[in-house]
């Protein structure tokens, strides 16, 4: 009998081992298991991000004026410039009138003069440089109400503002259907980061320069143009023949995309045989680049 209960007890204790060794013992082939996250970008099959290439304001910090707004959508939309401020270089700051983003909350203004480009928010004013298209005034309208979180659809619009198209990814914010969900994409980072990298500088460059000499007497036109982030300062124009002083020009300060053509006749020249000339932009103010304020003109 006693036997008996020593084999039952033997049983069950083997039992158990074995039921242990199944349960915490891997037996037969290791298998692995691979998280591999969503995909937030704005693109997932590379398309471009902006309605157009290089688009921006004129500087990282950005005015605005909340208008006609309830208590509610007028903190969604600060929480949505405050979230942009932190993940970007950006900065925003309220003003009470001159604003470079215009929000608003009135459904009348929905189809003022058909000027949004994309969903409820977007650039209004654009001037077009050689290097940038230059958003000088952007309008949002807060219709929705947001139920997330975070503000989704004052970002969304934000982003709109900022040069940004619907995205054709889900997960990201500028999708054209709304999700708590959805985040930022680093490439929307990332893209804004490297255009708001270039200083807020003008840029004077030469556009075009015709000359001819009659003797010692020369004939010029001078086109120049400010492709720059601001409006430039007072600067002047040196005309050099050989190495020499032979004419300066007062040059007027010039807005962002516009330029002037200058006209000149009869600059006289003591010297008789000319084999080039320099034209000059001299100013005291940064520029993006000062390599294209010089022009050289050879002798045919």
Same mark, same amino acid.
């Given at each position: 009998?006693?036997?008996?209960?020593?084999?039952?007890?033997?049983?069950?204790?083997?039992?158990?081992?074995?039921?242990?060794?199944?349960? @915490?013992?891997? &037996? %037969?082939?290791?298998? $692995?298991?691979?998280?591999?996250?969503?995909? +937030? /970008?704005? !693109?997932?099959?590379?398309?471009?991000?902006?309605?157009?290439?290089?688009?921006?304001?004129?500087?990282?910090?950005?005015?605005?004026?909340?208008?006609?707004?309830?208590?509610?959508?007028?903190?969604?939309?600060?929480?949505?410039?405050?979230?942009?401020?932190?993940?970007?270089?950006?900065?925003?700051?309220?003003?009470?009138?001159?604003?470079?983003?215009?929000?608003?909350?009135?459904?009348?203004?929905?189809?003022?003069?058909?000027?949004?480009?994309?969903?409820?928010?977007?650039?209004?004013?654009?001037?077009?440089?050689?290097?940038?298209?230059?958003?000088?005034?952007?309008?949002?309208?807060?219709?929705?109400?947001?139920?997330?979180?975070?503000?989704?659809?004052?970002?969304?619009?934000? @982003?709109?503002? &900022? %040069?940004?198209?619907? $995205?054709?990814?889900?997960?990201?914010?500028? +999708? /054209?259907? !709304?999700?708590?969900?959805?985040?930022?994409?680093?490439?929307?980072?990332?893209?804004?980061?490297?255009?708001?990298?270039?200083?807020?500088?003008?840029?004077?460059?030469?556009?075009?320069?015709?000359?001819?000499?009659?003797?010692?007497?020369?004939?010029?036109?001078?086109?120049?143009?400010?492709?720059?982030?601001?409006?430039?300062?007072?600067?002047?124009?040196?005309?050099?023949?050989?190495?020499?002083?032979?004419?300066?020009?007062?040059?007027?300060?010039?807005?962002?995309?516009?330029?002037?053509?200058?006209?000149?006749?009869?600059?006289?020249?003591?010297?008789?045989?000319?084999?080039?000339?320099?034209?000059?932009?001299?100013?005291?103010?940064?520029?993006?680049?000062?390599?294209?304020?010089?022009?050289? &003109?050879?002798?045919?």
């Amino acid at each position: 009998m006693r036997l008996k209960i020593f084999f039952s007890f033997l049983f069950i204790i083997l039992f158990v081992f074995l039921l242990a060794v199944y349960w @915490f013992v891997p &037996l %037969g082939d290791v298998v $692995s298991f691979d998280f591999k996250p969503k995909n +937030y /970008n704005f !693109s997932i099959n590379g398309e471009d991000m902006q309605f157009y290439s290089n688009l921006r304001f004129k500087g990282s910090d950005i005015s605005y004026n909340i208008l006609d707004c309830p208590l509610s959508k007028k903190n969604d939309m600060e929480y949505a410039f405050d979230i942009v401020s932190n993940k970007t270089r950006l900065s925003f700051y309220p003003v009470a009138s001159g604003e470079e983003i215009s929000i608003t909350c009135d459904d009348s203004e929905r189809f003022e003069g058909g000027l949004f480009i994309a969903g409820e928010g977007g650039p209004i004013n654009i001037t077009k440089t050689e290097n940038f298209n230059v958003i000088l005034h952007g309008k949002i309208l807060l219709i929705r109400e947001s139920t997330c979180e975070r503000p989704n659809i004052a970002i969304h619009e934000l @982003f709109h503002v &900022l %040069g940004f198209k619907h $995205s054709n990814n889900l997960n990201n914010i500028m +999708y /054209n259907i !709304s999700k708590c969900s959805q985040i930022i994409g680093e490439d929307n980072i990332n893209l804004i980061d490297q255009l708001y990298s270039i200083p807020s500088y003008p840029d004077l460059s030469f556009e075009n320069i015709d000359s001819s000499m009659v003797s010692r007497y020369l004939d010029t036109n001078i086109s120049i143009r400010n492709n720059g982030l601001r409006e430039s300062e007072m600067a002047k124009i040196i005309i050099y023949a050989d190495g020499k002083n032979i004419k300066e020009i007062e040059l007027k300060p010039i807005d962002i995309g516009y330029g002037i053509t200058i006209s000149l006749t009869n600059i006289f020249i003591n010297k008789l045989n000319v084999d080039s000339l320099e034209y000059v932009i001299d100013s005291d103010f940064d520029e993006i680049d000062r390599e294209n304020n010089r022009a050289v &003109l050879k002798i045919k």
